[in-house]
């Protein structure tokens, strides 16, 4: 069993940045995917960044490209997302998901594992 904790989100203005972190406790993370989505109001989840933690790869969805930037700590078992250029789109609630697998896949429900949620918002 993984659990999984989410942590960094806040309020922001157009243009800056915030740093997610997502630590795991129970298993560590070297042969799991970790990836991150977000959910709007009113919308459907959907898919951010993920990297396969014993690769290193990284996929990152086409609207956060070249802004969000994944990074971890091994020792602390935690990834980070650092988010830059933030937009107001951006804002949505941010989930961290983990599943036991090596390539990366963007679909939800093929995630086993999932953080609680942490806020971002981005205003204008």
């Known amino acids: 069993q993984v659990q999984l904790v989410e942590s960094g989100g806040g309020l922001v203005q157009a243009g800056g940045s915030l740093r997610l972190s997502c630590a795991a406790s129970?298993?560590?993370?070297?042969?799991?995917?970790v990836g991150w989505f977000r959910q709007a109001p009113g919308k459907e989840r959907e898919f951010v960044a993920a990297i396969s933690w014993s690769s290193g790869y990284t996929n990152y969805a086409d609207s956060v490209k070249g802004r969000f930037t994944f990074s971890r700590d091994n020792a602390k078992n935690t990834v980070y997302l650092q988010m830059n250029s933030l937009k107001t789109e951006d804002t949505a609630v941010y989930y961290c998901a983990a599943d036991r697998r090596y390539f990366i896949v963007q679909r939800s429900y093929e995630y086993s594992y999932w953080g609680q949620g942490t806020q971002v918002t981005v205003s204008s």
């Open positions: 129970g298993r560590t993370f070297s042969t799991y995917i």
